[in-house]
């Protein structure tokens, strides 16, 4: 089963500023890598696919990079709507498909 | 316009069953496999169950194996999540989810998802 381990668990970012958010697998996923936001009581949304494909409706602020073993999730500059918390999940090794433990995002 | 419904969760016994269900609009049904994914209370992310577009290929993870039955029903739209023997560890918001693209075997990501259905499993 792959793990995927994301840090840090909680980031603290002004709005107007970058965020950078971390996901490691403990073994390669090529890019099969997806990035979802939650706020609380709702649904997940995807973000980001194959690593770094938008997703329809996406705002290009949020973008994606890695492969292999170490990705990003990188907001360019945060609005207020932008925190909650977000996961990492891959789908090259399945199954179990497999979550992050999430980064809770929130304000500074 | 997607749109995924969850229904069916409720208050149960340990080793009792419960039927969660998912009425799904605004897209070719059949073309897509489908998932449900659980998150307990306070934690994160986990993935239990998919069926392909066709409902001829089922995966679960370890956890639900022997226990949980997904199918799905293309002439309603419908996928389905049979949980018999709960425990207490599966008490979480189930959410169904749509994969992400239209292909065989599923893709694995999901672009779409159900606002969830609470399962609690307790005495």
């Known amino acids: 089963e792959t793990v995927l381990t994301q840090s840090p668990a909680t980031l603290s970012v002004s709005p107007g500023e970058r965020a950078t958010l971390s996901c490691r697998a403990s073994q390669s996923v090529s890019n099969n890598l997806a990035w979802y936001q939650q706020n609380r009581g709702q649904a997940p949304r995807l973000l980001i696919y194959?690593?770094?494909t938008r997703a329809t409706g996406i705002p290009a602020r949020f973008s994606g990079s890695g492969s292999g073993t170490e990705f990003t999730l990188t907001i360019s500059s945060l609005q207020s709507e932008d925190f909650a918390v977000y996961y990492c999940q891959q789908y090259n090794d399945w199954p179990p498909y497999t979550f992050g433990q999430g980064t809770k995002l929130e304000i500074k | 316009e997607v749109h995924l419904l969850d229904s069916g969760g409720g208050l149960i016994q340990p080793g009792g069953s419960l039927r969660l269900s998912c009425a799904a609009s605004?897209?070719?049904?059949?073309?897509?496999?489908m998932s449900w994914v659980r998150q307990a209370p306070g934690k994160g992310l986990e993935w239990v169950s998919t069926?392909?577009?066709?409902?001829?290929?089922?995966y679960y993870a370890d956890s639900v194996k022997g226990r949980f039955t997904i199918s799905r029903d293309n002439s309603k739209n419908t996928v389905y999540l049979q949980m018999n023997s709960l425990r207490a560890d599966d008490t979480a918001v189930y959410h169904c989810a749509k994969d992400g693209k239209m292909r065989f075997p599923p893709e694995g990501y999901s672009d779409y998802w159900g606002q969830g259905t609470l399962v609690t499993v307790s005495s």
């Open positions: 605004g897209f070719t049904f059949s073309s897509y496999a």
């Open positions: 069926i392909s577009g066709t409902g001829s290929s089922t």
């Open positions: 194959d690593a770094s």
